[in-house]
């Protein structure tokens, strides 16, 4: 008799909870969403926040807002965004750097792959490898020839140790076999007025960050991230194309996240209302002048490239022997 009452409480407690969880996602939401960004007004983040914010917004009958929590590369804002409750009305709005900070820093108060529950992906913005215009090399086989035969001689420039355009280079460096001399700045506008001036040979940084410069002669790109070349870039070839091809997801990508343990119902909610809104014209057209192009997935794709890439930066760094104060 006992083994019949404990499976109908079992029933009765599995029922329950699906109501609950039904009737949450029904009441969601009932008050002010935030939109959490880890970085400066202006970034990547920030831009495609306030895009999506205001059409959210119309759909959820609620506000949205954008509350920028800059600092320590972005970790201050995904911690804030991590001890959220899991209810949906708090959401990182996320780019893969925050993959590669956990093997950056000695203390990072979040893990990426265990704190969230990813709800999709949206944008990526693809890196070039740009030159400046003396560099001897006509192509990118001609720079990595030039590498090799002059290995430390070549010096690239970077926003800084330890961002995605530094350990793009030191992927390339590790899995192609050539060295260069590393030159870290504050900041890519610093990066780029070197690169323009000569001081630093190369870089890798966006291709629309990039593309002023390259259309105005100051500097040559050789070579895109991506499966297929860009539209916006149709003349530049991918790495691919020389055969390189693991560096077509070498790139930026933004992503929405809720804290862990938000319900899968929840989730579901939140994939589709986000969906609609990166669908809609207005929003491509605004994206796309961003430099963004906007490419999602399903939670369960975006939980398999945090993984991926959190794995992939960790054995560059640790290769690498990088590690920010």
């Given amino acids: ?6 499976k109908l409480f079992k029933k009765l407690w599995l029922g329950t909870s699906m109501a609950l969880a039904a009737l949450s996602v029904q009441a969601f939401p009932d008050r002010t969403v935030t939109l959490v960004v880890p970085f400066t007004p202006g970034s990547g983040s920030d831009i495609i926040a306030r895009i999506i914010a205001p059409k959210l ?8 807002i954008v509350d920028n929590k800059p600092g320590a590369s972005g970790n201050i804002g995904a911690e804030a965004a991590a001890k959220a409750a899991p209810d949906g009305h708090t959401l ?7 993959t590669m900070a956990p093997n950056l820093y000695k203390k990072v108060p979040f893990d990426p792959t265990t704190d969230f529950t990813p709800i999709m992906k949206m944008a990526v913005a693809n890196f070039a490898i740009v030159v400046h ?7 990118l086989p001609g720079v990595i020839a030039l590498a090799k035969a002059k290995p430390g001689q070549i010096n690239f420039g970077s926003p800084g140790n330890g961002t995605p355009h530094h350990l793009a280079m030191e992927l390339m460096k590790q899995q192609l076999g050539f060295d260069m001399l590393h030159v870290p700045y504050r900041g890519i506008s610093n990066a780029t007025t070197d690169l323009i001036g000569g001081q630093v040979q190369l870089m890798f940084a966006s291709v629309h960050s990039m593309l002023p410069h390259v259309r105005s002669g100051r500097l040559r790109m050789l070579a895109s991230t991506g499966a297929t070349r860009s539209a916006v870039t149709p003349n530049v070839p991918v ?10 997801a070498v790139d930026a990508w933004y992503a929405v996240l809720a804290p862990a343990k938000t319900s899968p119902e929840l989730v579901k909610a939140l994939h589709r209302d986000v969906s609609a809104v990166l669908a809609l014209p207005e929003v491509k057209e605004q994206m796309a002048v961003q430099g963004l192009t906007i490419q999602t997935s399903t939670p ?3 939980g398999s490239l945090v993984q991926a890439d959190y ?3 960790k054995k560059t760094i640790a290769d690498a022997k990088i590690q920010v104060d």
Avoid: C, H
Avoid at 1 to 6: I, K, T
């Fill in 300 to 302: 369960e794709q975006l």
């Fill in 239 to 248: 790495f691919r194309e020389y055969g390189i091809e693991f560096m077509d």
């Fill in 92 to 98: 990182l709005m996320a780019i893969n750097t925050f």
């Fill in 57 to 64: 917004s119309e759909r959820w009958k609620q506000a949205v």
């Fill in 133 to 139: 215009p003396s560099m001897a090399a006509a192509d």
């Fill in 311 to 313: 794995l992939r930066w």
């Fill in 1 to 6: 008799m006992q083994p019949n009452l404990n």
